[in-house]
């Protein structure tokens, strides 16, 4: 039997956005929206090489995250994570799917909120 390594998912995350309304100056207004719960992912921090190729992409770049999407979120840079077992939000910089034999799978690049 031929198959793909499986995602090792050690983290879970809550996927959020804005309700999208724009303020008189552009900022982001009204709710924010859980678009997901306890979403099961893997977290590395970059370093070296790899943090380096990624600032060219991201300037604020520390996370690389990878998951299995649901078509349903319709995810984008406008979204963020929350990781709560380190007490951390994290924006969406960069969005890349690769597809594997059995699912599609998402790496996020992510820098910390200030």
């Keep these: 039997m031929n198959s793909m390594p499986t995602l090792v998912k050690q983290h879970r ?41 990624a600032k060219q992409v991201m300037a604020n770049v520390q996370y690389r995250v990878k998951l299995h999407p649901s078509t349903s979120w319709n995810l984008d840079t406008k979204h963020w994570l929350v990781w709560s077992e380190k007490s951390k939000t994290l924006d969406i910089g960069h969005i890349a799917d690769t597809e594997t034999q059995n699912s599609t799978e998402l790496t996020l690049l992510c820098g910390e909120q200030a």
Excluded at 17 to 44: D, F, Q, W, Y
């Design 13 to 53: 995350v809550n996927i959020l956005k804005n309700s999208g309304a724009l303020g008189t100056r552009g900022e982001p207004t009204g709710a924010t929206t859980t678009v997901a719960s306890s979403i099961p992912c893997s977290i590395e921090t970059l370093n070296g090489r790899e943090l380096e190729i």
